[in-house]
């Protein structure tokens, strides 16, 4: 059998995971910085915890994982009769009880329903581990991918809103990815859903606009008309996606248009607030309002984010928002919540297209011991330890070859340096070392090695 990968799913090389780590430390390091403390939940939920969370749409990217014994004649029946249930995006406990999780934050959310007592208010947790969606796959979308999360769940603050936005600007002025931070607030859309006919709209119109970079204006119209919107009301939602203008005149015109409402002033107030907090702040954010960013998930109240890169074409390679009563899913009231996800495979593809990885971030073996039989061995497996303990990376060739083959080897994997300690160089305590970008060749003392490696 020819082997082969399932679908939107990938192998990493030894180069390419030295480059995720590389922004794994540096968005982990910036979380820190923040007072944000490590969390891992399992990969695999109960069906139950996570269908419901994410819309109609999103319940039908969750990988449900089948119940074992379904082969048992006495379940086989059930299961057949079930099983087109489970294929229309429902859940079935005779069929499934378990799925694979779609994001990290409604595992957050059941966390912190199960733990809460435990807990110290703000609770202030980032995550980094894979999630599975059921997508069709194609350029920056897996099926399998990594997600990087910050959220604080016990506080209504603003003060969180604003630290994710700096967090945002902090991480990719650090990976060198120019980007675009841009926000909402789900309440504005609210008061949009209110002139639209009331809130039952709200769904259908956030599932549409956050559409319109994909499909355009015309398509998002009459997915509206579709949907029941009268001819008036798809007008509303239309001029509503094209205030255009600055910051400010973004707010001057929603103030103009949702004077009226309550729910929409609060939205415009809690942008204005964070918009004003993050400028007082030497960061430059480039925190641009959005009237088309609706983040069409069920769970989010308040502001969300999205974060688009300036320079390629690519979806957008983080989001978060405000998610006042998500734990109420799991009977655990007044718990607020608001966070934020980096998108590293798409961040990775990001910084791939533009190249700008480090150059110095291959770091792997620095130097590489030529075996030159059973005998010195014993000598060179005493060197290389003596390097290891002083955090230089070292391999000794498995087998005592010809030179050239352990040249080729050394070449094949870039370690930049070969050392060769034959009988007459451990009697006089030398080792000839090369150096595979230059070509030159120095016998040097064995002591002197830590400190010409790591020059």
């Given at each position: 059998?020819?082997?082969?990968l399932?679908?939107?799913?990938?192998d990493?090389?030894a180069?390419?995971?030295?480059?995720?780590?590389f922004?794994?430390?540096?968005?982990?390091s910036?979380?820190?910085?923040y007072?944000?403390?490590?969390l891992?939940?399992?990969?695999?939920?109960?069906?139950?915890?996570?269908?419901?969370?994410?819309?109609?749409?999103?319940?039908?990217?969750?990988?449900?994982?089948?119940n074992?014994g379904?082969?048992?004649?006495?379940?086989?029946?059930?299961?057949?009769k079930?099983?087109?249930?489970?294929?229309?995006?429902?859940?079935?406990?005779g069929?499934t009880e378990?799925a694979?999780?779609?994001?990290?934050?409604?595992?957050f959310?059941?966390?912190?329903?199960?733990?809460?007592?435990q807990?110290?208010?703000?609770f202030?947790?980032?995550?980094?581990?894979?999630?599975?969606r059921?997508?069709?796959p194609?350029?920056?979308?897996?099926?399998?991918?990594?997600?990087?999360?910050?959220?604080v769940?016990?506080?209504?603050?603003?003060?969180?809103?604003?630290e994710?936005?700096?967090?945002?600007?902090?991480?990719?002025?650090?990976?060198?990815?120019?980007?675009?931070?841009?926000?909402?607030?789900?309440k504005?859309?609210?008061?949009?859903?209110?002139?639209?006919?009331?809130?039952?709209?709200m769904?259908?119109?956030?599932?549409?606009?956050?559409?319109?970079?994909?499909?355009?204006?015309?398509?998002v119209?009459?997915?509206?008309?579709?949907n029941?919107?009268?001819?008036?009301?798809?007008?509303?939602?239309?001029?509503?996606?094209?205030?255009?203008?600055?910051?400010?005149?973004?707010?001057?015109?929603?103030?103009?248009?949702?004077?009226?409402?309550?729910?929409?002033q609060?939205?415009?107030?809690?942008?204005?607030?964070?918009?004003?907090?993050?400028?007082?702040?030497?960061?430059?954010?480039?925190?641009?309002?959005?009237l088309?960013?609706?983040?069409?998930?069920?769970y989010?109240t308040?502001?969300?984010?999205?974060?688009?890169?300036?320079?390629?074409?690519m979806?957008?390679?983080?989001?978060?928002?405000?998610?006042?009563?998500?734990?109420s899913?799991?009977?655990?009231?007044?718990?607020?919540?608001?966070?934020?996800?980096?998108?590293?495979?798409?961040?990775?593809?990001?910084?791939?297209?533009?190249?700008?990885?480090?150059?110095?971030?291959q770091?792997?073996?620095?130097v590489?011991f030529?075996?030159?039989?059973?005998?010195?061995?014993k000598?060179?497996?005493?060197?290389?330890?003596?390097?290891?303990?002083?955090?230089?990376?070292?391999?000794?060739?498995?087998?005592?070859s010809?030179?050239?083959?352990?040249?080729?080897y050394?070449?094949?994997?870039?370690?930049?340096?070969?050392?060769?300690?034959?009988?007459?160089?451990?009697?006089?305590?030398?080792?000839?070392l090369?150096?595979l970008?230059?070509?030159?060749?120095?016998?040097v003392k064995?002591?002197?090695?830590?400190?010409?490696?790591k020059?």
């Amino acid at each position: 059998m020819k082997p082969s990968l399932p679908q939107g799913t990938r192998d990493f090389s030894a180069a390419t995971l030295r480059k995720r780590n590389f922004i794994f430390d540096t968005i982990r390091s910036v979380f820190e910085l923040y007072g944000f403390e490590p969390l891992e939940t399992p990969s695999i939920e109960n069906t139950e915890t996570l269908m419901g969370k994410y819309g109609d749409e999103g319940d039908k990217l969750i990988f449900k994982i089948l119940n074992n014994g379904l082969d048992n004649p006495e379940k086989k029946d059930t299961a057949i009769k079930e099983f087109d249930l489970v294929l229309t995006g429902k859940t079935s406990k005779g069929i499934t009880e378990r799925a694979l999780r779609y994001d990290l934050t409604i595992p957050f959310a059941r966390y912190v329903s199960m733990n809460h007592g435990q807990l110290t208010f703000p609770f202030k947790r980032y995550q980094m581990q894979p999630v599975w969606r059921a997508d069709r796959p194609q350029k920056g979308r897996y099926r399998e991918f990594y997600q990087c999360d910050a959220d604080v769940a016990g506080s209504t603050s603003l003060l969180h809103e604003t630290e994710l936005a700096l967090i945002y600007a902090t991480v990719f002025q650090k990976l060198r990815v120019a980007v675009e931070i841009k926000i909402n607030n789900r309440k504005i859309l609210s008061a949009l859903a209110n002139l639209c006919g009331g809130a039952e709209r709200m769904m259908q119109i956030t599932i549409a606009i956050d559409k319109l970079d994909k499909i355009g204006i015309e398509k998002v119209k009459e997915e509206l008309l579709s949907n029941g919107l009268n001819n008036e009301q798809v007008l509303t939602v239309e001029k509503f996606i094209s205030i255009k203008g600055n910051n400010d005149e973004k707010i001057e015109s929603l103030q103009n248009m949702f004077g009226a409402d309550l729910t929409g002033q609060e939205g415009i107030k809690e942008l204005k607030q964070v918009l004003q907090s993050v400028n007082h702040t030497s960061k430059d954010c480039n925190l641009i309002i959005d009237l088309s960013l609706a983040r069409g998930l069920n769970y989010y109240t308040g502001t969300i984010f999205e974060v688009k890169a300036l320079d390629v074409q690519m979806g957008s390679i983080g989001g978060g928002g405000r998610y006042d009563d998500l734990t109420s899913l799991f009977d655990l009231k007044g718990i607020a919540g608001v966070g934020i996800s980096f998108g590293v495979d798409r961040i990775y593809d990001v910084m791939e297209e533009l190249k700008i990885f480090p150059e110095d971030i291959q770091k792997g073996t620095r130097v590489l011991f030529f075996n030159t039989g059973e005998e010195e061995l014993k000598h060179i497996i005493s060197i290389a330890q003596q390097l290891r303990n002083q955090g230089l990376a070292s391999e000794i060739f498995h087998e005592a070859s010809k030179f050239d083959k352990q040249f080729k080897y050394a070449e094949k994997k870039s370690i930049p340096y070969v050392a060769i300690i034959g009988s007459r160089e451990i009697e006089q305590g030398t080792c000839m070392l090369k150096n595979l970008s230059t070509g030159e060749q120095e016998e040097v003392k064995q002591s002197e090695l830590p400190s010409r490696l790591k020059n």
